[in-house]
């Protein structure tokens, strides 16, 4: 069973950053993604991180002021948000499971047994 704990939410202004993580218990995974879920909106995919056999990784991302990382290390997995705006206010969610996909293929909410318990960033002046 694999436990996840987001934290790095938080209120920033227009234009700031933040940078969540994703710590992860268990046994380890092959794919990482970050979704958010706004008030009256359907949970969205924002970034995933895929690791192949040969220890490589390869990354997706909806948005593209959004960077998702890896630390194999410490089995955590970050996200960093740049230049952020009052849309994407929301909780953020981190997910993992096991197997592989490609790019839109590693957006599909469903096929995500393990989830965390979410982190609020609100974008605010």
């Known amino acids: 069973q694999v436990q996840l704990v987001e934290s790095g939410g938080g209120l920033v202004q227009p234009g700031g950053s933040l940078r969540l993580s994703c710590a992860a218990s268990g046994p380890t995974f092959s794919i990482a993604a970050w979704f958010r879920q706004a008030p009256g909106k359907d949970r969205e995919p924002v970034a995933a991180?895929?690791?192949?056999?040969?220890?490589?990784d390869s990354v997706f991302s909806v948005k593209g002021r959004f960077t998702i990382s890896r630390d194999n290390a410490k089995n955590t997995v970050h996200l960093q948000m740049d230049n952020l705006k009052p849309e994407d206010t929301a909780v953020y969610y981190c997910a993992v499971r096991h197997g592989y996909c490609v790019g839109e293929t590693c957006y599909n909410v469903d096929s995500y047994p393990y989830w965390g318990q979410g982190t609020q960033v609100t974008v605010s002046s």
């Open positions: 991180i895929v690791r192949s056999g040969d220890g490589t």
